[in-house]
């Protein structure tokens, strides 16, 4: 059977290849966003599991925006605006599927970060959109390409990543955040902001969402795989209230609705009195990692690369200074058969190529000897 011609042209996701090949025996992977395994809350979500027999209602057909007593409590936590709602979704990754089915049509025009998270990228390539992108600075996007693009171009939707980016880590300044909301208002353009990192973050001062500013505007994208675990498969959708009853109906058509077992056993989660201790020991946990991986970068690599800290999150974001000849994907391959892995910057952006110099390094989910045993093989290979 001939796929669809949006399937034809969609490249496998380079990271889902590299993460079953660096399962292997011996190699140590700084290839993908995960979080660290022995910090999953389990103990935490015990109670809530063994109460599930209780609960007969859980286990019957639920409605597609998600179970209410949940949503109600998010609606407190996130401080969502009297003119919002929410969706429940399977991951922030089907909350972006849903915005594409629902919302766009072949040809709008998205704009981008260069780089930029793959798994978007995808997402808006298989709705057939064509994608824009705007370089990234240290504080964020270049605000005068920017506004250039929305000037010159007939732009429907700006998709970013404020807090600790994927893949470069770096989180947006306030004035930056200030300068794009203006933008999309004035352009009219609408915000995705993803924001799956946002309660990872171990240094420095809390920054409003870019959505703040222009919530009229605004999609926010939260995901609980980062503070709970992502096998649970829960994220959120927060926009404007009708534009929620919109995705309500291509989400009845998906998946009819989510899991209503494991969505009580979040809220049980979020609302137990350790939970907030929970994210601290968590944040700890990174930034030692973090620490421990930057250290054993400038230690042993030294000015053969570029690699700045970064304020929570799981990825630092590595550039090679001499690159004369270097093909990064090339190394890659030479790093998987050495026993580490690592994701070129080649694949975060929309035609899989630039940034031949970079790659992204998740410090997240290794421990501390996997940490400096993987730095030293990567040194090696540089």
Known sequence: MKTARAVQ????????????????????????????????PLGLMQQAFTDLTQHSELFQYAQAQGYAPLLKQLRQSYEVFDSHDLLM???SQQGLDLIARCYLNPGDKVVVESPSYLGALQVFQLAEAELLTVPQLSDGPDLEKLQQLFETQSVKYFYLIADFHNPTGISYSLEVRRGIARLCQKFQVTIIEDAPYRELRFRGETLPLVSSFYPQGAIVLRSFSKIACPGMRLGLIEAPRDWIQQLIKVKQISDIHLNSVLQYVLLQLLTHPEFPGHLLTLRKLYRERHDLMLGQIHATMGDKVTVKPVSGGMFLWLTLNDVTGVDMMDLADKA????????????????????????????????EEDICTGIQRLNKIF
């Open 9 to 40: 042209n969609l490249k496998p996701s380079y990271i889902r290849e590299i993460l079953a090949s660096s399962q292997s025996d011996g190699v140590i992977s700084f290839a993908g966003g995960l979080p660290a395994t022995e910090s999953f």
């Open 89 to 91: 979704t399977s991951g």
């Open 336 to 367: 998987l058969k050495a026993g580490v892995a690592f994701v070129p910057g080649t694949v975060f952006t929309p035609q899989q190529n630039g940034l031949n110099a970079n790659c992204r390094l998740n410090f997240s989910h290794s421990s």
